[in-house]
Every structure is written in C-alpha cells, then in structure tokens.
T-cell receptor, first 114, second 117 residues
Framework: DTAVSQTPKYLVTQMGNDKSIKCEQNLGHDTMYWYKQDSKKFLKIMFSYNNKELIINETVPNRFSPKSPDKAHLNLHINSLELGDSAVYFC?????????????FGSGTRLTVV | AQSVTQLGSHVSVSEGALVLLRCNYSSSVPPYLFWYVQYPNQGLQLLLKYTSAATLVKGINGFEAEFKKSETSFHLTKPSAHMSDAAEYFCAVSESGVGSGNTPLVFGKGTRLSVIA
C-alpha cells in the first residue's frame, strides 16, 4: 500500500513538448512538496503546498506549474521542455507545515528530455 | 537561511567496520535535523530525526546520530557496516519547527557509502 505514489516512473520526451507528473499520498498529510534531483544527486525544493494552497515557490521557471486539486494530490505540469529539465523529480509529503516528523518521499520520476 | 555541509562525497568502509558520515549544519534558530538514505533508483527513506528531544538519536537499520550544538554537527554512525548499507546518504535541516514559517527541508549534497567485502 504505497504511501506517496508518483506516475509515471520514467518519462522520455522531446524538447518543446508539454508533460505532467502526478503525485498522490494516502497518509492524510496536509503538506506536499516537489523536489528536483540533478545528475549530481543534489536535491532542491521547487514547490510546497499546504492544504491545496501554494506556500513555497522557489526560483523555478514559470514553465513549471504545480496544481493541487485536493490535499492528497499535487501534480506538476511542465511546458516547453528543455534539455536542462532532465532530472529525477520527487514528490513528498509531511504531516503538517512544520515537517517535524520528517517527509515521506515517492519513488521519483526520471525525466529525460531528448 | 539554513544549510547543510556533508564532508566527503564518497566514503568507503570494509564490511564489519565502523561507519561515520559527517554532517554540519547552519541555522539561525534551533533546527530539526534528519538523515535520509537513497538506494539506487529509489526514493528517499527516513533513517532518523532530531527534533530537540534527546541528543543521541537511534534510527532504523542500526544507525544513530548525535546532535552536538557546540560543534553544529549531526554525524551519522553505525558500529558495523553491512553490504546492504551501500547507498547514498543525505543529511537535511529544517527550521520549520520553531515558528519561523514554512521553511522546507534543505539537503546536503549527499555521501555515497560503499561497503567492501
């Protein structure tokens, strides 16, 4: 019974295309996140939502647009994909905005732009 | 803003030897500190966390970490390495727990642990 599930696991697409990654958590958590992991394994926060409300929007190109239809879902839509968008994208959730119990991560979506 | 420095991008130990992965943090307020492990092609799994209770924290798989405020450190240790411990380890810090607003986890650059038979 997966706690944080992301789809798809792998995504290969051409430059200029638009793609979406979906994330769902069944933990009843209030807060969800998107992180980007680059080729050197560095993890960087992209967005954070708390109860469907955008809390954090780091310096991310506006080609990236998160959407949270309800607090259990946080999807990521990417327009006009570029080579530099190739990375592993992780969705995560925490019980509340304080995150004191830690985050639960999904297994990641490996995006390859060719 | 908070930050984390992990000393050593790659650590190699023999099976049965002590594992020591170093983490130093910077935070303007008392932090929450975490260690995560990432196995190849998988997500991150929480190993242990420090949230201002006991300074010596025990986690899963025999790992533990000690919070030392004077040294701003949170090093991860395991007395005896096992082959299955080979993975990428990330230290992370958050200031969220002390009412400073929603500051998400900030991760170090990771340390790859290799275990030699």
């Amino acid at each position: 019974d997966t706690a944080v599930s992301q789809t798809p696991k792998y995504l290969v697409t051409q430059m200029g295309n638009d793609k979406s990654i979906k994330c769902e958590q069944n933990l009843g958590h209030d807060t969800m996140y998107w992180y980007k992991q680059d080729s050197k394994k560095f993890l960087k926060i992209m967005f954070s939502y708390n109860n469907k409300e955008l809390i954090i929007n780091e310096t991310v190109p506006n080609r990236f647009s998160p959407k949270s239809p309800d607090k259990a879902h946080l999807n990521l839509h990417i327009n006009s994909l570029e080579l530099g968008d190739s990375a592993v994208y992780f969705c995560a959730s925490s019980q509340d905005i304080l995150g004191g119990l830690g985050y639960t991560f999904g297994s990641g979506t490996r995006l390859t732009v060719v | 803003a908070q930050s984390v420095t992990q000393l050593g991008s790659h650590v190699s130990v023999s099976e049965g030897a002590l594992v020591l992965l170093r983490c130093n943090y910077s935070s303007s307020v008392p932090p929450y500190l975490f260690w995560y492990v990432q196995y190849p092609n998988q997500g991150l799994q929480l190993l242990l966390k420090y949230t201002s209770a006991a300074t010596l924290v025990k986690g899963i798989n025999g790992f533990e970490a000690e919070f030392k405020k004077s040294e701003t450190s949170f090093h991860l240790t395991k007395p005896s390495a096992h082959m299955s411990d080979a993975a990428e380890y990330f230290c992370a810090v958050s200031e969220s727990g002390v009412g400073s607003g929603n500051t998400p986890l900030v991760f170090g650059k990771g340390t790859r642990l290799s275990v030699i038979a």
